[in-house]
Nanobody, 120 residues
Framework: QVQFVESGGGLVQPGGSLQLSCAAS????????MVWYRQAPGKQRELVAT???????NYADSVKGRFTISRDNAKNTVYLQMNSLKPEDTAVYYC??????????????WGQGTQVTVSS
């Protein structure tokens, strides 16, 4: 069973930056498409960004131009660089393997997530 461990969250002022990391177990990480989701209090989980095994990326309109998803297959890690952060980016961020057929997470279980709070 693949496990995901997210890290890198914290408290940041509006306009600031953070880089999130997601370490995945498993020896075939390189063939996975990966996804970052976020969930704000009282809201449904929202897809933020995806990256294919080949490195192609896609973003939610709300983060396009501000966030960058990347991966390091040698480290079994996917990253989310977040710039120009806004209070509405406040959420718990999760990663998962991406199912491109369904446009959703591959697995129905999640890691502990990492909290991002954008506030002055």
């Amino acid at each position: 069973q693949v496990q995901f461990v997210e890290s890198g969250g914290g408290l940041v002022q509006p306009g600031g930056s953070l880089q999130l990391s997601c370490a995945a177990s498993g020896s075939i990480f390189s063939i996975y498409d990966m996804v970052w989701y976020r969930q704000a209090p009282g809201k449904q989980r929202e897809l933020v960004a995806t990256i294919t095994s080949g490195g192609s990326t896609n973003y939610a309109d709300s983060v396009k131009g501000r966030f960058t998803i990347s991966r390091d297959n040698a480290k079994n890690t996917v990253y989310l660089q977040m710039n120009s952060l806004k209070p509405e980016d406040t959420a718990v961020y999760y990663c998962n393997r991406f199912n491109p057929v369904h446009g959703s997470s591959w697995y129905d279980y999640w890691g502990q997530g990492t909290q991002v709070t954008v506030s002055s």
